[in-house]
């Protein structure tokens, strides 16, 4: 019970979506090169990267979302409405697309999740024309993402013998070093790693701890283990609270973006 389903998708975009993804989405769009036309985003979940990356692209432009998870996708194609857009069921390690097909390939916190990360690079490297732009974002440490790190150590400190390690995953592509490396491995010809750092601000601790909880993939591990998800909460939002502030809550984010040219 791991996956972005049910009432997660809506959670994450509503409550965690403007405070930790609206920031790293905006500023992936604004890195697409002026004159691309064909563009791919793979792992599109909710919508957030999708609807910027649109914006960048002329009327005659075309983008293909993509994400193996369909009732993110759903959520995402129900919110946007643009004829310019192909959605598409995909799996980043088999991209239904051919080779040297568009000129740009967004990935905002995906590859993380992916079984094969370097067949899924190797994948962008295909599917990118030469001289196309791969652009590429995965998070800092649970250390250097503090909202985050507090609500893991509440929900691990619940059930030690069996600590529910979701948050682990998408956290656990935080060096910069070996992620040019697995650029260049698979063959780009140019890579330029760069940390991006700022601060996210929920309304109050309360929702943040809500939607850390309930809106990512980490609830169902913790229904898995017959965790209280109200006391979790209420033990997140007080640490969240003391450490973060309350009315807002600020949450430093930090994520490193990959710029891999072909």
């Known amino acids: ?25 905006r500023d992936l769009a604004r ?5 691309a036309r064909r563009l791919l985003e793979v792992g599109a979940g909710t919508g957030r990267v999708t609807r910027h990356l649109v914006a960048r692209l002329p009327a005659d432009g075309e983008l293909t979302a993509t994400d193996l998870n369909r009732a993110m996708l759903e959520y995402a194609r129900s919110a946007i409405d643009d004829a310019r857009i192909t959605w598409r069921i995909a799996d980043a390690q088999a991209l239904p697309l051919p080779d040297a097909d568009v ?21 962008l490297w295909r599917v990118l024309r030469p001289g196309g732009v791969a652009l590429v974002n995965t998070w800092d440490t649970l250390v250097a993402n503090r909202a985050i790190g507090i609500v893991h150590e509440v929900a691990c400190a619940a059930c030690p013998a069996d600590p529910p390690r979701f948050y682990e ?17 698979a063959g780009f010809a140019r890579v330029d790693v760069e940390t991006v ?3 996210g601000e929920s309304p109050s601790a309360r929702e943040a701890a809500h939607g850390l909880l309930r809106g990512t993939p980490i609830v169902g591990q913790l229904v898995e283990r017959r965790l209280d998800l109200d006391a979790l909460e209420r033990a997140a939002e007080a640490r969240l609270a003391a450490e973060l502030g309350d009315h807002p809550c600020r949450q430093p984010l930090v994520a490193h973006v990959v710029t891999a040219i072909r």
């Open 31 to 35: 890195r697409v090169p002026g004159d």
């Open 169 to 185: 995953t998408p956290y656990g592509m935080s060096d910069r070093d070996a992620l040019a490396a697995l650029f260049r491995a």
């Open 103 to 123: 000129d740009v390939a967004a990935f905002q916190f995906g590859l993380m999740f992916v079984p094969d990360k370097p067949r899924a690079v190797r994948e």
């Open 1 to 25: 019970m791991t996956a972005f389903v049910g009432s997660v998708p809506e959670l994450y975009d509503r409550i965690n979506g403007p405070v930790m993804f609206e920031p790293y989405a």
């Open 197 to 199: 750092a700022t601060v």
